[in-house]
């Protein structure tokens, strides 16, 4: 258990919908990021957050947008879902820059999305 | 723009056979080299973290090298139980006090009682 927790771990919805997905860091890490995993794409980077800012974007759609709340957890939001994002999304975190162990990202169990 | 490239992208070995996964990789500004396990429909398992040539680390049936060009992880004498994929990734930094991985895609190692 690396101790960052995602929900919903599955759900499905109809094409044009809006799905939020939730995740709580690890206790004390500051970092959240978000990846996608797609059967042909492999791990992609959407976007990271730190202590409540915005500090990086990845491969992030305009319709996608994430948040990071005062309590650390974040929320990733897709909206006017297509077919093609159906994929694994996977929350992540790490510790604060002047850990020693801030190098360190650790994944949570995923969050199945499927459009239909 | 940073690359990942890993090889093979499967691997079937009988119990007991042991082999090496490679990844290689261009980067500007490695901080850190990571391997990571995962389980299909899981999320991945952190392993190792190298940060500079010559460095190796060792868990169990893995071992990890680091060179200036790529990685190896050695699997001893695997178990079934090692199936899985594995993940090699670069961290570098990406501006705004930001370090990001990029990840290969990835080896899929099944091994075969």
């Known amino acids: 258990d690396s101790g960052v927790t995602q929900t919903p771990k599955h759900l499905i919805t109809a094409t044009g919908q809006r799905v939020t997905l939730r995740c709580s860091p690890r206790?004390?890490?500051?970092?959240v990021y978000w990846y996608q995993q797609s059967l042909d794409q492999g791990l992609q980077f959407l976007i990271q957050?730190?202590?409540?800012?915005?500090?990086a974007k990845g491969n992030i759609l305009e319709r996608f947008s994430a948040q990071q709340f005062p309590d650390l957890h974040s929320e990733l939001n897709l909206s006017s879902l297509e077919l093609g994002d159906s994929a694994l999304y996977f929350c992540a975190s790490s510790a604060p820059l002047d850990d020693r162990s801030g190098n360190t990202i650790y994944f949570g169990e995923g969050s199945w999305l499927t459009v239909v | 723009e940073d690359q990942v490239t890993q090889s093979p992208e499967a691997l079937r070995l009988q119990e007991g056979e042991s082999s090496s996964l490679n990844c290689s990789y261009t980067?500007?500004?490695?901080?850190?080299l990571f391997w990571y396990r995962q389980d299909p429909g899981k999320g991945p398992e952190f392993l190792f973290t190298?940060?500079?040539a010559g460095e190796e680390k060792e868990k169990e049936r893995l071992k990890a090298t680091l060179t200036k060009k790529e990685s190896f992880l050695h699997i001893t004498a695997p178990k079934p139980e090692d199936s899985a994929t594995y993940l090699c990734?670069?961290?570098?930094?990406?501006?705004?006090?930001?370090?990001?991985?990029?990840f290969g895609k990835g080896t899929k190692l099944s091994v075969i009682p």
């Open positions: 190298l940060y500079s």
């Open positions: 980067v500007s500004g490695l901080r850190g």
């Open positions: 990734a670069v961290q570098a930094y990406s501006g705004a006090g930001s370090y990001q991985l990029t």
């Open positions: 206790s004390g890490d500051l970092s």
């Open positions: 957050y730190y202590n409540g800012e915005e500090r």
